[in-house]
C-alpha cells in the first residue's frame, strides 16, 4: 500500500468542496422570519428572478425555501418539519443577539421601573 499519487499536490485542499458554497444556502434567523410574519402588509408579486428555483414564485416564508412548483410546495405543506416550523413562528418571539447579551452580562439588563424616595416619602426621625 502506498501513498495516493495526487498527495504531493493536495497541501491547502483540506476543506470540503461544501464549505465553499456554505454562504450560497445560508438561511434567515428564527427572528428575522418571525418580524416578517407579524408585517401587517399586502403581499406584494415578486419579481421573477431566474437564479431561484421556479424563478421565485412558490416560496415558504415561514422555512425560508424556494420550490420549482405548487405541487413540491404544497407537499411541503404536509410535512411535520414545516408544521413544527408554522407552530414555532405562531408562538412568542425567538430569542435574538440583544437577549444573549442581557444574558451573558454584557447588554444592559431590564431590571423594570426604579423606585425612587422621593421628597414626599423622607424619613422622620
Request: glycine share 8%; hydrophobic share 25%.
Amino acid at each position: 500500500m502506498g501513498k495516493c499519487p495526487n498527495h504531493k499536490n493536495s497541501h491547502g485542499k483540506h476543506y470540503s468542496h461544501k464549505s465553499a458554497r456554505r454562504t450560497k444556502f445560508e438561511k434567515k434567523g428564527d427572528d428575522m422570519i418571525h418580524t416578517e410574519l407579524r408585517k401587517v402588509e399586502t403581499p406584494k408579486s415578486k419579481e421573477l428572478d431566474p437564479d431561484l428555483p421556479g424563478m421565485g414564485q412558490f416560496y415558504c416564508l415561514h422555512c425560508d425555501r424556494h420550490f420549482t412548483n405548487t405541487t413540491i410546495r404544497d407537499e411541503h405543506y404536509k410535512t411535520k418539519k414545516h408544521r413544527r416550523r408554522v407552530k414555532l413562528m405562531e408562538g412568542p418571539a425567538p430569542h435574538n443577539q440583544i437577549d444573549a447579551e442581557v444574558a451573558a452580562g454584557m447588554g444592559t439588563p431590564d431590571n423594570g421601573p426604579k423606585l425612587r424616595v422621593g421628597e414626599d416619602f423622607a424619613l422622620d426621625m
